[in-house]
């Protein structure tokens, strides 16, 4: 049972503790960001300081995306940015205007992932941020809407030293794939999984999807394509 647990675990490629994208690399940005963040928000709240959260828990996820996995469509400025304030925003208007803690943190979630994705700032750990904002505000804390500035600062603080960091550790942030200009060639009709590892490991990225995945999607493409040319098309 163990075993079937961990068979599709996150097994894109082995990743080394140093390198590119080494996963220390990744730990050490994220714990710095932390850092940074909660300093930057303590010097902007000033004597508010004692009375406002100077760090919110769904700020560790974004590290998590931005500074482990930075070419995830998740982990983009725009949906750390969009999708954590949008989603703030949203569960502490929920638990203002509701006031029930349990209706108001499943609404806020519900309506904090419809506005996420139509806004297109999809971002996991904006789940997290309607869900607090909204049990802060419809609980005994009574959270009004002076706590979106500490939140605001924390987002900002986490994506600026995202910005800085990964650009000064080799990763463009935000990520730009580059893809190596060669002549058209017809799809090859055979490959091993072997050679999507080689791939993989030659692009020297972290993708947010499983290489078997990939691997099944690259053998619907050939399908597709044989079907299209055997109809002349």
Same mark, same amino acid.
């Given at each position: 049972?163990?075993?079937?647990?961990?068979?599709?675990?996150?097994?894109?490629?082995?990743? *080394? %503790?140093?390198?590119?994208?080494?996963? =220390?690399?990744?730990?050490? @940005? +994220?714990?710095?960001?932390?850092? /940074?963040? $909660? !300093?930057?928000?303590?010097?902007?709240?000033?004597?508010?300081?004692?009375?406002?959260?100077?760090?919110?828990?769904?700020?560790?996820?974004?590290?998590?995306?931005?500074?482990?996995?930075?070419?995830?469509?998740?982990?983009?400025?725009?949906?750390?940015?969009?999708?954590?304030?949008?989603?703030?925003?949203?569960?502490?208007?929920?638990?203002?205007?509701?006031?029930?803690?349990?209706?108001?943190?499943?609404?806020?979630?519900?309506?904090?992932? *419809? %506005?996420?994705?139509?806004?297109?700032? =999809?971002?996991?750990?904006? @789940? +997290?941020?309607?869900?607090?904002? /909204?049990? $802060? !505000?419809?609980?005994?804390?009574?959270?009004?809407?002076?706590?979106?500035?500490?939140?605001?600062?924390?987002?900002?603080?986490?994506?600026?030293?995202?910005?800085?960091?990964?650009?000064?550790?080799?990763?463009?942030?935000?990520?730009?794939?580059?893809?190596?200009?060669?002549?058209?060639?017809?799809?090859?009709?055979?490959?091993?999984?072997?050679?999507?590892?080689?791939?993989?490991?030659?692009?020297?990225?972290?993708?947010?999807?499983?290489?078997?995945?990939?691997?099944?999607?690259?053998?619907?493409?050939?399908?597709?394509?044989?079907?299209?040319?055997?109809?002349?098309?």
């Amino acid at each position: 049972m163990f075993k079937q647990l961990i068979s599709h675990s996150a097994k894109l490629m082995p990743q *080394a %503790a140093i390198g590119h994208l080494g996963w =220390l690399r990744g730990a050490i @940005g +994220a714990g710095f960001a932390i850092i /940074a963040a $909660g !300093a930057i928000t303590i010097v902007f709240l000033g004597a508010n300081s004692a009375a406002l959260p100077w760090l919110v828990a769904p700020m560790g996820a974004s590290a998590v995306l931005v500074f482990a996995v930075p070419a995830s469509p998740l982990a983009q400025p725009w949906p750390v940015i969009g999708g954590d304030l949008l989603s703030a925003v949203i569960g502490i208007g929920a638990g203002v205007l509701i006031g029930s803690p349990l209706i108001s943190a499943g609404l806020a979630v519900c309506l904090a992932i *419809a %506005a996420m994705s139509v806004a297109r700032c =999809l971002h996991p750990p904006g @789940g +997290a941020c309607a869900l607090l904002c /909204a049990l $802060g !505000a419809a609980g005994p804390d009574a959270w009004g809407w002076a706590y979106m500035l500490p939140i605001a600062i924390n987002v900002f603080g986490l994506a600026a030293f995202g910005w800085l960091y990964n650009n000064l550790t080799g990763h463009p942030w935000p990520h730009r794939l580059v893809v190596p200009s060669t002549q058209h060639a017809r799809m090859a009709t055979a490959y091993t999984h072997e050679d999507l590892e080689v791939v993989l490991a030659d692009w020297n990225e972290v993708l947010d999807v499983d290489i078997d995945d990939l691997d099944a999607i690259y053998q619907a493409l050939q399908r597709q394509v044989q079907r299209r040319e055997g109809q002349g098309g």
